[in-house]
């Protein structure tokens, strides 16, 4: 089972470059989010796409964009990257719990970007 | 808007010891809490969910947490670690029309043999 699937793993770049971060699921969910994890901060949401053809900015979106491709895919792109970008990158993907009101959330396995 | 706060950021166990991890929000509206453990070099995986019904829930691994509604408190128990449990455990919440899931700083989890 491929779940939330991310690449690159790992990339570096120096300041000033451009790079694309993609994420696929193959669970059929219908929301889709980007995660910075860093040191002593947790995980903060970057965008968030709660179906397809549509995204939304999270807590820390700056810096970022995002492209909700089809219902499977949806990229992160950094036009201008900074070393304070510098972090591990988590997509992760929900479908609304039939049961219930609440998404449970799958997370991929994370991307890690330093910035020189 | 939603928050999430985790007051233990660094907690050191023996095994065996009994574990609670403190997991307070913010929220006026109906929330969906969880507990996520991520172990040294991979990637979150979920412990538990509350979604309704019973406060008390039981996840994997003999964690459980329990909802106090009127203490908007989630906080995650264990009776007794293993060296296994050493990670890093994240508290979160959804809540409202569009389900972000916002996530608490974390709580480093040590546990010595």
């Known amino acids: 089972n491929a779940g939330v699937t991310q690449t690159p793993k790992f990339q570096v770049l120096k300041t000033g470059q451009s790079m694309t971060l993609q994420c696929a699921q193959d669970?059929?969910?219908?929301?889709m989010y980007w995660y910075r994890q860093d040191p002593g901060m947790g995980l903060r949401l970057i965008y968030y796409?709660?179906?397809?053809?549509?995204?939304d900015k999270g807590e820390v979106p700056n810096g970022y964009n995002v492209s909700r491709l089809n219902k499977r895919e949806f990229s992160l792109r950094l036009e201008s990257a900074a070393p304070s970008q510098t972090s591990v990158y988590f997509c992760?993907?929900?479908?609304?719990?039939?049961?219930?009101?609440?998404?449970?959330?799958?997370f991929g396995e994370g991307s890690w970007l330093t910035v020189v | 808007a939603q928050s999430v706060s985790q007051h233990n950021h660094h907690v050191i166990l023996s095994e065996a010891a009994s574990l609670e991890l403190g997991c307070n929000y913010s929220?006026?509206?109906?929330?969906?809490l969880f507990w996520y453990v991520q172990y040294p070099g991979q990637h979150l995986q979920l412990l538990l969910k509350?979604?309704?019904?019973?406060?008390l829930v039981k996840g994997i691994k003999g964690f459980e947490a329990e909802f106090i509604k009127s203490k908007f408190s989630f906080n995650l128990r264990k009776p007794s670690v293993q060296w296994s449990d050493t990670a890093e455990y994240f508290c979160?919440?959804?809540?409202?029309?569009?389900?972000?899931?916002?996530f608490g700083t974390g709580t480093l989890l040590a546990v010595q043999p």
């Open positions: 796409s709660a179906s397809e053809g549509t995204t």
């Open positions: 669970m059929n969910h219908n929301s």
């Open positions: 509350y979604f309704s019904g019973d406060p």
């Open positions: 929220y006026g509206g109906t929330v969906n």
């Open positions: 979160a919440v959804s809540g409202g029309a569009t389900n972000k899931l916002i």
């Open positions: 992760a993907s929900s479908r609304k719990d039939r049961a219930s009101s609440g998404n449970t959330i799958y």
